[in-house]
């Protein structure tokens, strides 16, 4: 089954993605050198064979830099044999972030009751829940020949997100660091207070540049211009309290579909997801922050402003 679709962007930069919903991507970058290339995220690990897929694609050596360590970004990680990470998400991984019944849980709840490829994911799905890895630290520098990778710290949607500048072309792969769906996820229990996110974004910024390119996790084309300063403004107006008019915000994780004729399954659908909401959410369910006109917006936890 064909789960992996490969989009060329130019000749050193492809964009993976991992087609288990039509409507959401699942997206992995890899980036090509003169000596060696670099996968960056993994996705679900749905088909197993992501290694295999990138040989096909360049014969160089490759090393695999993480995001973050939720499933989607993580799935696949154990296929390779280099692996880089911050060791402030390591936690998300002993806590099950990879357990294969968990990735195959959230699988199902996204492919819109595509039974061939839950039956394929089911059979293929990389089994490793762990893996062996190299920490990552803020401006370490992975050297792929004639181009550089450069590791920056962006903490807010957990505790160990970081970013992959590329100075060279003036582009940055970021993960869901800071926009997933036009939006940072920041409601999660994991995530950190939306001021300390807001920080942690102009800094990189700074450091990256107003015209620096951003590849998301969720998308195969590059985040808008004006998200920056939008997530920005709102940040600063959730931290000042001009709230009143959010709305609650239901994950797509947490919705059960109403329209299920069997009772049984929908009783064990909440079941199962009261107990996901307890152990991600902290039990506080999340808000959205919007401005009439703006592209952006963000989705927050009312207890970690």
Not at 41 to 55: A, M, P, S, V
Not at 93 to 112: A, E, F, H, P, Y
Request: net charge negative.
């Amino acid at each position: 089954m064909n789960i992996i679709e490969v989009n060329k962007i130019n000749e050193n930069l492809y964009i993976l993605n991992e087609k288990i919903n039509p409507k959401i991507y699942f997206t992995m970058a890899l980036v090509i050198g003169s000596e060696k290339a670099a996968i960056i995220d993994t996705g679900y690990g749905t088909t197993g064979d992501l290694d295999k897929i990138i040989k096909n694609i360049t014969d160089k050596p490759v090393i695999c830099l993480l995001t973050h360590c939720d499933p989607d970004h993580a799935g696949s990680a154990a296929l390779f044999d280099e692996i880089y990470m911050s060791n402030l998400d390591e936690e998300l991984m002993k806590k099950g972030s990879l357990n294969v019944r968990t990735r195959m849980m959230i699988v199902k709840n996204s492919c819109n009751g595509n039974e061939d490829l839950i039956a394929y994911a089911k059979a293929h799905i990389v089994k490793n829940s762990t893996f062996q890895y190299k920490n990552i630290e803020d401006g370490d520098i992975f050297n792929l020949g004639d181009c550089k990778l450069e590791a920056v710290s962006l903490a807010g949607h957990s505790k160990g997100s970081m970013c992959f500048l590329n100075r060279k072309e003036n582009y940055a792969i970021t993960g869901d660091s800071i926009a997933n769906d036009n939006s940072p996820v920041l409601f999660f229990d994991k995530c950190l207070p939306l001021s300390v996110y807001k920080d942690n974004l102009e800094r990189f910024i700074k450091k990256a540049g107003d015209d620096v390119v951003l590849y998301t996790g969720h998308d195969i084309k590059p985040l808008k211009r004006q998200i920056i300063p939008e997530i920005l403004s709102l940040c600063d107006e959730a931290i000042d309290g001009d709230t009143a008019n959010d709305a609650a915000y239901v994950p797509p994780f947490l919705k059960v579909n109403l329209e299920d004729s069997n009772w049984l399954a929908k009783i064990l659908k909440r079941l199962i997801m009261n107990y996901v909401s307890k152990k991600e959410l902290g039990n506080s369910l999340p808000l959205e922050h919007k401005k009439v006109g703006y592209t952006a917006s963000i989705k927050y936890n009312a207890n970690k402003i």
